[in-house]
């Protein structure tokens, strides 16, 4: 049914559902009821509410409740059905969704990425994926545009950053408004209880469901979708008795299209902006999209089209029956509409729905954070895994505290579910119109469709959800003004870290050391070498970075083995472990100097840090042995590659380390005596059959069986100096703005990069580097 990826513990589903058993889709299918939908499953709890909260709870006539009930339909029809379940669902990023993906496919499919350190070798990893049909002509002109302007670039990224902060703020507005409301049953019960005592509960629910974070929720996990789909089953069943005990008949007038226009034209703008609650309707359709990767495709399109779309209509439709007939109950309408012997059993459904929902959308609040780290949009976090199985399940400490803190505030400072839903709406419709601009690009450069068709798409849903925005700005100053602010905030930080990398890594590029000077370094400059490996980490793929120089500048004695360690991501989701290292030598073989390059995807963990010296010291020692060592040296000036400097008869590829069966196999190489120096991919050779049951590593070369003696002496070396310690150098950077700067750039610099970079943890402990080996080095960075 499903593999586990042993590098980085994911769970591998079949992404072609043609080779996917029936049983597995519908466990599957069973799966995302807990993960997936419980968010947009409690939307009933509060949607009427939020509708009819205004002028428009005073009107008497049933126009207005078969409108409302019109425009809930055909919302929930043509967004999470039409738009997701049909369209949106089918630009997986292998298999992956969100806001995230979709911009880490159109980097792909065209030179859109502001990550400073990506290499065309990139696109030889498997899971990069450019299988781009036969452009348009207008697609050709929209992608060169893109390209040929930076500001375009950047402001796709600022839209991305936009998006994904609406997300965030997603995080802190679903768990307010759905345990609020859910808790707000007791009032039904108990109708003297003071409001203070239905907050302090909430408070109390909160206060423990953001606790729970720290223990994760594969323990509970299972219980989840149970939960959920007894959530529906209430809703539907309730729906089914309501319509048929108040209006059995005129409550399917809703179905035509003719009821949303009567309603607007009876109600004006009182109707108008009575939309802004129904917008709620749609809470969580995104997450559909957004955790595409725990499932598939096909398992969500029959969750939804089967169980979850009948459950809501029917919910929607049995409310408003029973408002038709008791229109003073519209503040508590779904409690009310209750069957008093059912009462406390479904309350109790809708609270712990409530809990489910809200726990899916912190849990993926954590790893979006996670993802903008990964791209260099957000300051590096402490990142826990709380599952030893299932590595995709993570725990932010700051992130989790963070959203407490600004849930509690909402919850105490509102106390009432109208008001969180104002500001809840205009998050909500932002994330759904950025996924529209998105896939519109997404079906114009990456699908190579017509014009025609991306301006169709974006037009037809961009409206309605523009419309929907028009109606949620209104209610800014009724509470629509705190999602504006916490995105605000949110994308300013992600923007000015993502400006000071860029910056950093720019003059890391133009302050590379010189071929000339790297020559020197050694005993013509006095230096000497020491015992033991030295591993420099730098951002750079290219070159020789000047923490390098700087170090020797000041301690003139450098390691006999020098490794320059780069970590780096790629827009992809995942990569994997056997195309994750890329090693390579610079310079002369006297030198020893070398390459690592150690490629991420924005969703790998890094759960290897532990081992990672190990894993790295082993891909060098391959590479050695793998490397040729015949003819004579010469050097050139030409630092493309990587660094890799080019050698007279010497491979100069960097080499993939592959690994099969527990079994380290050298790959074959790419003779590359006469071509420019690059970065190849080396064709793996697959061990040939093994009669004994001992397992070795086996070497092969197209020239001799036996490595070189001296290949075989610097190996042993390494293995002697490994023994002798490894030490890490990393720098300590200081950033500020040139003097030159513009006023906001030196405050930006100055004040707000330098400000995240102390606050945040060092890349020490983020690569978990042991600090009685490690050597931190002093660089000022004036950008």
């Known amino acids: 049914m499903a593999a586990v990826d042993a590098e980085s513990g994911r769970l591998a589903l079949y992404r072609n559902q043609d080779n996917v058993p029936i049983k597995a889709i519908l466990f599957l299918a069973y799966q995302s009821f807990g993960v997936v939908y419980g968010d947009l499953s409690t939307s009933p709890l509060y949607v009427y509410r939020s509708t009819f909260s205004g002028r428009l709870g005073l009107y008497e006539s049933d126009d207005e409740i078969i409108g409302v009930l019109s425009f809930i339909f055909y919302t929930l029809t043509i967004i999470p059905l039409l738009k997701y379940v049909f369209i949106v669902l089918n630009a997986s990023d292998n298999g992956e969704g969100g806001t995230f993906a979709l911009y880490s496919l159109l980097c792909r499919h065209a030179k859109l990425s502001l990550l400073p350190n990506q290499q065309d070798d990139d696109q030889n990893l498997s899971t990069y994926k450019v299988e781009t049909p036969e452009q348009t002509k207008v697609g050709l002109r929209v992608k060169n545009l893109f390209e040929k302007h930076p500001h375009l670039r950047k402001g796709l990224l600022i839209v991305v950053l936009l998006g994904t902060c609406m997300v965030i703020a997603d995080g802190v507005f679903t768990p307010a408004i759905s345990v609020l409301s859910a808790v707000t049953g007791i009032r039904v019960a108990a109708p003297d209880l003071p409001e203070s005592v239905v907050t302090a509960v909430s408070c109390g629910i909160l206060l423990g469901l953001f606790v729970l974070q720290h223990f994760g929720t594969r323990r509970v996990a299972f219980l989840f979708a149970p939960i959920v789909i007894a959530w529906l089953l209430c809703i539907s069943i309730i729906g089914v008795y309501n319509i048929i005990v108040y209006n059995p008949r005129g409550i399917w007038a809703a179905l035509s299209p003719v009821s949303m226009y009567k309603f607007l034209k009876s109600a004006g703008k009182d109707g108008w902006i009575s939309l802004g609650g129904v917008v709620l309707c749609i809470t969580g359709t995104e997450a559909m999209f957004a955790d595409l990767g725990h499932f598939n495709e096909l398992s969500i399109k029959i969750a939804f089209t089967t169980v979850v779309y009948p459950a809501l209509i029917l919910g929607y439709f049995g409310q408003a029956a029973y408002l038709s007939k008791n229109r ?31 726990q899916a959308v912190i849990s993926a609040t954590f790893s979006i954070v996670k993802q903008c780290v990964s791209l260099c949009c957000f300051p590096r976090v402490k990142v826990i895994h709380t599952s030893k199985e299932i590595h995709g399940q993570i725990y932010i400490p700051e992130v989790n505290w963070i959203l407490f803190l600004l849930c509690l505030s909402i919850t105490v400072g509102f106390r009432d579910t109208t008001t969180i839903g104002n500001a809840y709406g205009l998050a909500v419709m932002t994330v759904m119109l950025v996924t529209t601009c998105l896939m519109a690009l997404v079906i114009l450069i990456v699908w190579g ?74 005993p013509p400059m006095g230096g000497v070498r020491v015992p033991g490996i030295g591993l420099y980490y730098t951002e750079l793929v290219t070159g020789v970075p000047p923490i390098l120089a700087h170090f020797f500048t000041n301690l003139p004695a450098l390691h006999e083995f ?122 793996c050779r697959e061990p040939p059959s093994r009669r004994g049951g001992k397992k070795r590593v086996r070497f092969e070369s197209p020239e001799r069986q036996q490595p070189h003696p001296a290949v075989v002496r610097e190996f042993e070396m390494l293995r002697e100096h490994k023994e002798r310690g490894v030490v890490y150098i990393l720098g300590h950077s200081y950033v500020e703005a040139t003097g030159a700067s513009s006023l906001v750039k030196k405050f930006a610099i100055n004040f707000v990069y330098t400000f995240l970079r102390r606050i945040c943890r060092g890349p020490s402990v983020v690569l978990h580097i042991p600090q009685a080996s490690s050597i931190e080095i002093g660089v000022v960075y004036r950008v």
């Not at 629509?480 to 992600?494: A, E, K, N």
């Not at 995807?601 to 290897?608: A, V």
Request: aromatic share 12%; glycine share 6%.
């Open 328 to 358: 003073n109950d519209v503040s508590e309408s779904f409690y009310k509409s209750i069957p008093t012997p059912v009462f406390w059993p479904v309350f109790v459904i809708a609270t712990l729905a409530a809990i489910v929902g809200s």
């Open 562 to 683: 020098l490794v320059l360690v780069t970590i780096k991501h790629v827009p992809v989701p995942y990569i994997p472990s056997q195309e994750r290292y890329l090693v390579g030598r610079i310079g002369s073989k006297d030198l020893r100097l070398y390459r690592c390059i150690v490629r991420y995807g924005y969703k790998d963990t890094h759960k290897d840090d532990n081992t990672f010296e190990d894993k790295l010291i082993k891909k060098l020692g391959e590479f050695i042995l793998a490397e040729d060592d015949a003819g004579s040296e010469s050097f050139s000036s030409d630092d493309r590659a990587g660094g890799v400097m080019q050698s007279s008869g010497i491979s100069r590829s960097l080499c993939l380390v592959h690994a099969v069966n527990n079994e380290s196999v050298i790959m074959e190489r790419l003779e590359e005596r006469d071509r420019p120096l690059e970065m190849s991919q080396i064709a």
């Open 449 to 522: 469709r017509s014009i025609i068709l991306a301006l169709a798409f974006l037009i037809f849903f961009g409206s309605i959800e523009a419309m929907y925005i028009s109606v949620t700005i209104l209610k800014v100053p009724q509470g629509g003004w705190v999602p504006l602010v916490i995105s605000f905030v949110f994308v300013i930080i992600m923007y000015i870290w993502n400006y000071g990398t860029s910056k950093k890594y720019q003059y890391d590029l133009e302050n590379k050391v010189a071929m000339q000077t790297l020559m020197q370094i050694g």
